[in-house]
């Protein structure tokens, strides 16, 4: 186990072993389900909150809220695009009110061996959000030179932004003519997602990590970015919803136009909507005009914990399978964006209902990605309760692989042409 002191030291403990969270359960780590800690992580030093270790000798877990009369605190990773977390940092809050932690992943992490571990897997070899392949000299060159080369097209300019001052990878690699670009569009939306990063209000929220986006670009501003990229990158991807945005589909007239004057221009590239997927009765016009693929994104497939999480405005869990089955009807790739979080995710009732979905819609890909929320303040919301079977989220995915040997795992949304 690692804890931190007051002062930010991160130090392992001389006793205890390291101990993961699922849904309700803290239990101990078996070495095989941990990798070393992937470069381009980071480590968070949890405020209020303290470490549960396990003593491996008596067989139980243990609070550390003090050593050598000091206080300590939980220490968790928030891992590197393209790795999916198993294990949730097993800590409890210090007191039942704190304010929920800011939204990201807290992934269990140890020490051993001098180095890092958490629990998690590589779980898309695309190297396209590798920390080591940022050349950040070559991004802020690339950045500063396009917006002065298109000063008049304002979504550019919000891009640049994204590139030079959050440091969004989508941004960086539109700047650095590579893999899959961002097209933001949406100052509105009509969930109010729990772990928005865009947009919280109510008075518990967790803060926001990211602005949105104030404006609607023309067709003529995001096919111009888009073009650039389509026709200039090999295997390129566009996708439309992003972090600084609402939804998407919520312009869908705006993104019709915009998706025909790019292929009135080429026929390269693949053009993909990221989406809650709450409209569908504005997807065929999108389909009609060249739109390649869906990412719908899933807290879960189950429409309780999905109604609780959405807090959808206008819309139903029934109108996202509609999209769904549109999509594969029109022969369109279909991926979910699927929240990882061990307890619900690989709770053997999701595994059910997420395949019978399948099984009637037909699925492409799942992106199983980590859920970015505080863990105690979700399931407090969504009013969980603790599961008949948990299958771990190793086993989920092999499941799924072994009943559905088509379908395909990963991180990102892949090309679909060159
Ligand atoms: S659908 Fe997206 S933009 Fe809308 S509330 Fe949810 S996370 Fe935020």
Not at 214 to 235: G, M, Q, R
């Amino acid at each position: 186990m690692v804890y931190a002191t007051k002062e930010g030291n991160i130090i392992e403990h001389n006793r205890l072993r390291m101990t993961q969270r699922c849904g309700e359960d803290i239990l101990s780590v078996n070495p095989e389900d941990l990798i070393p800690l992937p470069e381009g992580s980071e480590l968070f030093i949890l405020p209020d909150r303290y470490p549960l270790g396990y003593d491996i000798n008596h067989n139980k877990i243990e609070t550390i809220n003090k050593i050598k009369g000091k206080e300590t605190f939980a220490v968790a990773a928030f891992i590197s695009p393209a790795h999916t977390q198993t294990g949730i940092a097993g800590f409890i809050p210090k007191q039942d009110d704190l304010k929920p932690l800011p939204l990201f992943a807290y992934t269990a992490v140890g020490w051993i061996n001098d180095r890092f571990w958490v629990t998690a897997f590589r779980s898309d070899k695309d190297k396209r959000q590798d920390f080591k392949g940022f050349d950040l000299k070559k991004v802020k060159k690339n950045t500063v030179e396009a917006l002065k080369i298109y000063p008049e097209n304002r979504l550019i300019q919000h891009l640049g932004k994204c590139s030079l001052q959050y440091g969004c990878p989508a941004a960086k690699n539109f700047f650095l003519k590579r893999y899959e670009a961002p097209l933001p569009t949406s100052p509105q939306c009509n969930a109010r997602c729990l772990g928005c990063i865009s947009n919280q209000d109510d008075i518990d929220s967790p803060p926001i990590s990211q602005e949105r986006i104030k404006f609607v670009p023309s067709p003529e501003e995001i096919s111009e970015i888009a073009l650039l990229h389509l026709t200039n990158v090999n295997k390129a991807v566009v996708s439309f919803g992003q972090g600084c945005e609402g939804e998407p589909i919520l312009q869908a007239d705006t993104l019709e136009k915009s998706i025909r004057l790019m292929r009135k221009n080429t026929p390269k590239g693949t053009i993909n909507l990221n989406s809650n997927a709450s409209l569908p009765e504005k997807l065929n016009n999108m389909i009609d005009s060249g739109l390649d693929s869906m990412r719908i994104s899933l807290n879960s497939s189950r429409e309780e914990f999905y109604t609780k999480y959405y807090r959808p405005k206008g819309y139903a869990f029934s109108d996202v399978l509609r999209s769904w089955d549109i999509m594969k009807t029109a022969g369109r790739f279909v991926s979910l964006n699927l929240f990882v979080f061990p307890g619900i995710t690989d709770d053997e009732e999701e595994l059910n209902v997420i395949s019978g979905f399948i099984e009637k819609f037909g699925l492409d890909l799942i992106q199983i990605r980590n859920h970015n929320i505080d863990p105690l303040w979700y399931m407090k919301k969504i009013a969980y309760k603790k599961p008949e079977k948990t299958l771990g989220v190793k086993n989920f995915v092999r499941i799924l692989k072994e009943r559905f040997p088509a379908l395909r795992f990963g991180y990102f949304n892949p090309p679909l042409r060159d």
